[in-house]
């Protein structure tokens, strides 16, 4: 055991002797005598500004790590927030979908049941309008500028509007005439024309 001691306390002794102050702090002979020269040729003026330097890079770097600390705290709650007010949106956006499905299915329900009375314009066997209304045209009434009016068709082609007001004519609407909409406003036929027949 005594033995065993002796190699223990040789072979630390020996390690520390290798390990000079030189190679302790990671440099080589070389770069620790070079550093060493560099040391000597500075003026204790020059020595205590580097060491000043050097703590208050010390202090603003921890200064940095609690902003950052703190920031990242921030962050946190903030993404803990948009996650918090993302699922109150998708929430809402589930009802309002919920709601308009509802409010939909009872708007076509109510008109579904009991006895309803509908205004037919015409019948004919030889004359079919199905071609030119695929598009979901229906009737939409109109209050505007003290004038209830009747609009028939959507079309995003000017040739099909055309079509159908001609077949309208035709039937006894002599006062059939293609009114164009643009982003949901009525304008005037001359302003969209050419982007319409382009």
């Known amino acids: 055991m005594a033995l065993i001691k002796t190699f223990l306390v040789l072979g630390i002794a020996g390690l520390l002797f290798n390990c000079s102050p030189k190679s302790i702090g990671g440099l080589s002979k070389e770069e620790y005598s070079s550093w060493k020269e560099r040391k000597k040729e500075m003026s204790p003026e020059e020595f205590k500004s580097l060491v000043e330097d050097k703590e208050k890079l010390t202090e603003a770097q921890a200064d940095l790590s609690e902003k950052e ?99 309208l004519r035709k039937l006894g609407v002599k006062e059939a005439w293609i009114v164009p909409y643009k982003d949901g406003q009525r304008v005037p036929l001359k302003d969209v024309l050419t982007e319409a027949i382009d």
């Open 69 to 167: 600390a703190y920031l990242n705290q921030v962050i946190e709650r903030k993404d803990n927030e948009i996650s918090r007010l993302m699922s109150q949106v998708s929430k809402m956006n589930n009802e309002m979908e919920a709601s308009k499905t509802d409010s939909d299915r009872t708007q076509r329900n109510e008109w579904d049941n009991g006895v309803v009375f509908r205004v037919q314009l015409a019948a004919f066997d030889d004359f079919d309008l199905r071609d030119l209304t695929e598009n979901g045209s229906d009737l939409k009434i109109i209050d505007q500028d003290g004038y209830i009016k009747y609009v028939l068709g959507q079309f995003r082609d000017y040739d099909m509007a055309d079509k159908f007001k001609k077949k």
